[in-house]
């Protein structure tokens, strides 16, 4: 019988151990395969471990800031989120698998890494240009764009984990070792990277600067990495393939790749259901998506550090069992959390009730309330990608490419579960149904698993069996989180409560609407007479009296400025704001709204939005303004932007420089931007730096204060603003503007008109030497969430009192500068603006003394609470010629009552 000799190469596999012998040792013993390693290898080890962590977490910051840079103009719908996040994990998948192919075996691991590394920092610095370069009208054609630009760089990302584990794992009993610690280190440094970001390198240096520094410890890791390789790691060869009987059927691999397909697309609809549960806990500001993310990363990587571990100090390869058993116990924990969620909002009161302050323990607090929700599953989770790749039992020679397949299965699971959650499942089937789905998935591939171990045992079939059906059918159920309410936009006032008090605050609303929609969770609560729109926990519109004050305003105050045709309105609400604009002659109005649940809650508004949905002139588009107005060519005479508070991520995106440029590029030669925002919760510098935004792209602008000092409103044009008298008056007398406005207590022109604060040298004043809000600095979206529980109303207007407008060159039609005066002092001081109405009314006598202007004086010193100065003022008046008799009888009988 003829033998083959040893160095025959039979199809392609080397049997050539002789010849790579002593290489092979030197290059193990160097990294730490064999016993005894060298205080080289050591060093190796570290510099491999601590580049991995470090290109982690540079990774994350990529995704981070080219997410945000394609949404700005994409648009940050839930399809357009989970489209971006899906092609990110998709390219990674390709690199995984490319990573697996024969030619990279060939290619020395350590070089490789670092030069992806290298490649990868230089290429990000090119990136912003890039995706610049890919705008266009299409969003279709600019996100396949976009994703071709992004995929060398995500190409290497995917790479990294196969090749490092090529080179810390050649003896096949140390894979799932080696793959445990480095997807540990690089998780972790995942970790670190948004915190990093967002804490510190986001507000020392902005969006793109971060991007650099990335850039640069890559290419400083390549550098590193390159310069010691000759030293820590001295040969490399490359790897032999053995004729090694396989242990275990071919079907192994297969369920293997299932599973951590199924596990990877689990996990990301876990992360995008948490994260919106945690947004009715806690609010969606940078920080809380941040903390979010970290703490489901952190569990990641602690369960793969503890695999690891395990797996070592047994010195075993993990088996099918112990797949089957990370994949129920993800699934078990995340059907757990579902009832823990509802109890989350007041565990998130009582815990801020026992932190010392807001600004030293929120962040803490907002860390321990995530890592209770999802610490169990996500360590489940990252325990499974080294459990798999010890069961795999790669040879040597194998390692690379079964560690890539496996790797590749899990990201395009990942990428996969992205775009199902945020574009499918959240928004039709909810946040519950969402994760239960997930479980059941999850269950089910650990059925596949367990049915396919020739020893398991019946019962376990049976139980996973029976939880494939119960995950679905029956759902946890809890009164907070189906109600919809958050308890942190009034955290200040929830604190005084004990959970008794909490359970009645629940119990007192009734729940008329509630749905998870695709970017927001939707409810609306009536509690007597008043019904309030709740976005993520947050009341966003209502019909009480201050927010009808704001919703109507933004309509009629521009409308009033100037007559229309056409109108946009960013931010649809209760519907209350766009019906007011359609009371008047406009010949169309597009309403922008990017959650379509907003739309169906706004029907139980009804009653005082005038039912906008109805009228024909309105066009409703669904989708992100921002976006849709930067593809649309329209010219409005007045857009209106109400969206919610600027701490908010996403919405930060429309309270920019480039958006207020966005808006002046699409508004008529004469037209006038409305633009809403608030003061409380808001500190001083804030405040400044919006007023300086706004200014920065309007040359002209006036703001108005509305009573009460919690909201803003501000009008924006290039040519100068004017309100007409007689118009004014005109409006006011039509009986649907006349109820309208009597129902937010303006009657006269100058009842609005004394909301005036600032206008154009004002503005100018108050935001002297302020800094702009623009998308690459985020300095509102960093700013405001620290100062959400502060209450700064008081000083903020104080300091735009300090610079008071000259409203008479505002007005026309209008009468003497003492008739101004007046008007103006008659409207502040039924506004209960007393000193301000002081003021007024000694400039109006000083021009002109009247009775009618005397007998106001003694009216508002009487209400200052100076009697003696009043009777004086008023028996003046009555010293004064003019005064019809009936008035002069009320003063006496005035005067009278005060003697009383």
């Given at each position: 019988?003829?033998?083959?000799?040893?160095?025959?190469?039979?199809?392609?596999?080397?049997?050539?151990?002789?010849?790579?012998?002593?290489?092979?040792?030197?290059?193990?013993?160097?990294?730490?395969?064999?016993?005894?390693?060298?205080?080289?290898?050591?060093i190796?080890?570290?510099?491999l471990?601590?580049?991995?962590?470090?290109?982690?977490?540079?990774?994350?910051?990529?995704?981070?800031?080219?997410?945000?840079?394609?949404?700005?103009?994409?648009?940050?719908?839930?399809?357009?989120?989970?489209?971006?996040?899906?092609?990110?994990?998709?390219?990674?998948?390709?690199?995984?698998?490319?990573?697996?192919?024969?030619?990279a075996?060939?290619?020395?691991?350590?070089?490789?890494?670092?030069?992806?590394?290298?490649?990868?920092?230089?290429?990000?610095?090119?990136?912003?240009?890039?995706?610049?370069?890919?705008?266009?009208?299409?969003?279709?054609?600019?996100?396949?764009?976009?994703?071709a630009?992004?995929?060398?760089?995500?190409?290497?990302?995917?790479?990294s984990?196969?090749?490092?584990?090529?080179a810390?794992?050649?003896?096949?009993?140390?894979?799932?070792?080696?793959?445990?610690?480095?997807?540990?280190?690089?998780?972790?440094?995942?970790?670190?990277?948004?915190?990093?970001?967002?804490?510190?390198?986001?507000?020392?240096?902005?969006?793109?600067?971060?991007l650099?520094?990335?850039?640069?410890?890559?290419?400083?890791?390549?550098?590193?990495?390159?310069?010691?390789?000759?030293?820590?790691?001295?040969?490399?060869?490359?790897p032999?393939?053995?004729?090694?009987?396989?242990?275990?059927p071919p079907?192994?691999?297969?369920?293997?790749?299932?599973?951590l397909?199924?596990?990877?697309?689990?996990?990301?609809?876990y992360?995008?259901?948490?994260?919106?549960?945690?947004?009715?806990?806690?609010?969606?500001?940078v920080?809380?998506?941040?903390?979010?993310?970290?703490?489901?990363?952190?569990?990641?990587?602690?369960?793969?550090?503890?695999?690891?571990?395990?797996?070592?100090?047994?010195?075993?390869?993990?088996?099918?069992?112990?797949?089957?058993?990370?994949?129920?116990g993800?699934?078990?924990?995340?059907?757990?959390?579902?009832?823990?969620?509802?109890?989350?909002?007041?565990?998130?009161?009582?815990?801020?009730?026992a932190?010392?302050?807001?600004?030293?323990?929120?962040?803490?607090i907002?860390?321990?309330?995530?890592?209770?929700?999802?610490?169990?599953?996500?360590?489940?989770?990252?325990?499974?990608?080294?459990?798999?790749?010890?069961?795999?039992?790669?040879?040597?020679?194998?390692v690379?490419?079964?560690?890539?397949?496996?790797?590749?299965?899990n990201?395009i699971?990942?990428?996969?579960?992205?775009?199902?959650?945020?574009?499918?499942?959240?928004?039709?089937?909810?946040?519950?149904?969402?994760?239960?789905?997930?479980?059941?998935?999850?269950?089910?591939a650990?059925?596949?698993?367990?049915?396919k171990?020739?020893?398991?045992?019946?019962?376990?079939?049976v139980?996973?069996?029976?939880?494939?059906?119960?995950?679905?059918?029956?759902?946890?159920s809890?009164?907070?989180?189906?109600?919809?309410?958050?308890?942190?936009?009034?955290?200040p006032?929830?604190?005084?409560?004990?959970?008794?008090?909490?359970?009645?605050?629940?119990?007192?609303?009734?729940?008329?609407?509630?749905?998870?929609?695709?970017?927001?969770?939707?409810?609306?609560?009536?509690?007597?007479?008043?019904?309030?729109?709740?976005?993520?926990?947050?009341?966003?519109?209502?019909?009480?009296?201050?927010?009808?004050?704001?919703?109507?305003?933004?309509?009629h105050?521009?409308?009033?400025?100037?007559?229309?045709?056409?109108?946009?309105?960013?931010?649809?609400g209760?519907?209350?704001?766009?019906?007011?604009?359609?009371?008047?002659?406009?010949?169309?109005?597009?309403?922008?709204?990017?959650?379509?649940?907003?739309?169906?809650?706004?029907?139980?508004?009804?009653?005082v939005n005038?039912?906008?949905?109805?009228?024909?002139?309105?066009?409703?588009?669904?989708?992100?303004?921002?976006?849709?107005?930067?593809?649309?060519?329209?010219?409005?005479?007045?857009?209106?932007?109400?969206?919610?508070?600027?701490?908010?991520?996403?919405?930060a995106?429309?309270?920019?420089?480039?958006?207020?440029?966005?808006?002046?590029?699409?508004?008529?030669?004469?037209?006038?931007?409305?633009?809403?925002?608030?003061?409380?919760?808001?500190?001083?510098?804030?405040?400044?730096?919006?007023?300086?935004?706004f200014?920065?792209?309007?040359?002209?602008r006036?703001?108005?204060k509305?009573?009460?000092?919690?909201?803003?409103?501000?009008?924006?044009s290039?040519?100068?603003?004017?309100?007409?008298l007689?118009?004014?008056?005109?409006?006011?007398?039509?009986?649907?503007?006349?109820?309208?406005?009597?129902?937010?207590?303006?009657?006269?022109?100058?009842?609005?008109?004394?909301?005036l604060?600032?206008d154009?040298?004002?503005?100018?004043?108050?935001?002297?030497?302020?800094?702009?809000?623009?998308?690459?600095?985020?300095?509102?979206?960093?700013?405001?969430?620290?100062?959400?529980?502060?209450n700064?109303?008081?000083?903020?207007?104080?300091?735009?009192?300090?610079?008071?407008?000259?409203?008479?060159?505002?007005?026309?039609?209008?009468?003497?500068?003492?008739?101004?005066?007046?008007?103006?002092?008659?409207?502040?001081?039924?506004?209960?603006?007393?000193?301000?109405a002081?003021?007024?009314?000694?400039?109006?006598?000083?021009?002109?003394?009247?009775?009618?202007?005397q007998?106001?004086?003694?009216?508002?010193?009487?209400?200052l609470?100076r009697?003696?100065?009043?009777?004086?003022?008023?028996?003046?008046?009555?010293?004064?010629?003019?005064?019809?008799?009936?008035?002069?009888?009320?003063?006496?009988?005035?005067?009278?009552?005060?003697?009383?």
């Amino acid at each position: 019988m003829k033998t083959a000799s040893p160095d025959v190469d039979h199809g392609g596999i080397a049997v050539t151990e002789r010849r790579a012998s002593l290489s092979r040792v030197l290059y193990t013993a160097t990294l730490g395969n064999e016993p005894k390693t060298t205080s080289a290898g050591v060093i190796g080890r570290v510099i491999l471990f601590s580049s991995f962590l470090l290109t982690g977490g540079t990774s994350l910051v990529y995704e981070v800031v080219w997410t945000r840079l394609l949404l700005l103009s994409l648009g940050a719908t839930a399809v357009a989120v989970g489209a971006v996040l899906g092609a990110f994990m998709g390219g990674m998948a390709l690199g995984s698998f490319l990573a697996g192919k024969r030619f990279a075996a060939r290619i020395e691991p350590v070089l490789a890494y670092a030069l992806i590394e290298g490649w990868t920092g230089l290429y990000g610095l090119a990136t912003p240009g890039l995706l610049k370069m890919t705008e266009g009208p299409s969003s279709a054609i600019q996100f396949c764009a976009a994703v071709a630009l992004l995929l060398p760089a995500t190409i290497g990302m995917g790479a990294s984990l196969p090749i490092l584990t090529r080179a810390l794992a050649r003896d096949s009993s140390r894979v799932a070792v080696a793959v445990g610690r480095l997807y540990a280190a690089n998780t972790a440094g995942a970790v670190l990277g948004p915190i990093v970001a967002v804490f510190w390198l986001f507000p020392a240096h902005g969006l793109l600067r971060t991007l650099h520094v990335a850039s640069a410890i890559d290419i400083a890791v390549c550098l590193v990495v390159i310069a010691a390789r000759r030293r820590m790691f001295p040969i490399w060869t490359p790897p032999i393939r053995e004729r090694v009987a396989a242990d275990h059927p071919p079907a192994r691999d297969g369920l293997l790749l299932l599973s951590l397909a199924v596990s990877g697309a689990a996990a990301m609809v876990y992360e995008v259901a948490w994260t919106r549960t945690l947004s009715l806990v806690f609010a969606s500001s940078v920080y809380g998506v941040t903390l979010m993310l970290s703490t489901y990363l952190a569990g990641l990587a602690s369960g793969s550090a503890l695999a690891s571990y395990i797996l070592r100090r047994h010195a075993r390869p993990a088996s099918l069992h112990a797949i089957a058993w990370l994949l129920t116990g993800a699934a078990a924990g995340s059907y757990l959390s579902l009832p823990l969620a509802d109890r989350l909002p007041s565990l998130f009161v009582f815990l801020c009730q026992a932190s010392p302050s807001h600004a030293a323990g929120l962040f803490p607090i907002q860390i321990l309330v995530a890592a209770m929700l999802m610490l169990p599953s996500a360590m489940c989770l990252g325990a499974l990608l080294p459990a798999a790749a010890g069961a795999a039992a790669p040879i040597p020679g194998e390692v690379g490419r079964k560690i890539a397949r496996l790797y590749a299965a899990n990201l395009i699971g990942s990428a996969a579960g992205a775009v199902l959650a945020a574009a499918v499942l959240l928004g039709n089937c909810g946040i519950s149904l969402s994760v239960r789905l997930a479980s059941s998935s999850a269950l089910a591939a650990a059925l596949v698993v367990t049915l396919k171990t020739r020893d398991a045992p019946l019962w376990r079939c049976v139980v996973l069996a029976a939880g494939v059906v119960l995950t679905l059918a029956i759902p946890p159920s809890g009164a907070t989180m189906a109600k919809g309410i958050g308890f942190y936009a009034g955290l200040p006032a929830y604190e005084k409560y004990d959970s008794a008090e909490i359970r009645r605050h629940i119990d007192s609303h009734r729940l008329l609407f509630y749905r998870d929609g695709s970017t927001a969770t939707v409810a609306v609560h009536e509690v007597g007479e008043y019904r309030m729109l709740m976005i993520n926990g947050k009341t966003d519109a209502s019909n009480g009296p201050g927010d009808m004050q704001t919703q109507l305003l933004l309509a009629h105050l521009p409308l009033m400025a100037r007559d229309a045709r056409r109108v946009a309105v960013v931010g649809w609400g209760s519907g209350v704001t766009a019906g007011a604009v359609l009371s008047y002659p406009v010949e169309r109005v597009d309403a922008f709204e990017i959650e379509p649940a907003v739309v169906a809650a706004s029907a139980f508004f009804d009653r005082v939005n005038g039912k906008p949905l109805d009228d024909p002139r309105l066009r409703l588009i669904l989708g992100d303004a921002r976006s849709r107005l930067r593809r649309s060519d329209a010219e409005y005479d007045i857009i209106i932007s109400e969206p919610s508070n600027p701490w908010i991520t996403g919405v930060a995106n429309l309270f920019t420089h480039e958006y207020f440029d966005l808006t002046a590029s699409r508004l008529a030669r004469d037209g006038i931007i409305c633009q809403w925002f608030h003061l409380y919760g808001m500190s001083e510098d804030a405040a400044r730096s919006l007023v300086a935004t706004f200014c920065s792209v309007f040359p002209e602008r006036l703001l108005f204060k509305l009573p009460g000092g919690r909201d803003v409103l501000m009008l924006g044009s290039r040519r100068p603003l004017r309100f007409s008298l007689p118009k004014m008056r005109r409006i006011l007398e039509q009986d649907g503007h006349r109820r309208s406005l009597a129902s937010v207590k303006i009657h006269y022109p100058f009842d609005l008109l004394v909301a005036l604060a600032l206008d154009t040298r004002g503005c100018d004043s108050f935001s002297r030497a302020a800094r702009f809000n623009t998308d690459d600095n985020m300095l509102i979206e960093l700013s405001a969430p620290r100062t959400l529980y502060v209450n700064k109303i008081q000083e903020i207007g104080l300091a735009l009192s300090r610079h008071p407008p000259a409203l008479i060159e505002h007005v026309t039609g209008h009468g003497s500068p003492a008739e101004v005066a007046y008007e103006q002092a008659a409207s502040l001081f039924t506004a209960g603006e007393h000193e301000a109405a002081l003021v007024a009314c000694r400039r109006a006598l000083a021009l002109e003394p009247t009775f009618e202007t005397q007998k106001l004086l003694g009216q508002i010193l009487e209400g200052l609470g100076r009697d003696d100065e009043a009777r004086q003022a008023l028996f003046v008046a009555l010293s004064l010629p003019d005064g019809d008799a009936e008035e002069r009888s009320f003063v006496r009988a005035f005067l009278r009552s005060m003697e009383r």
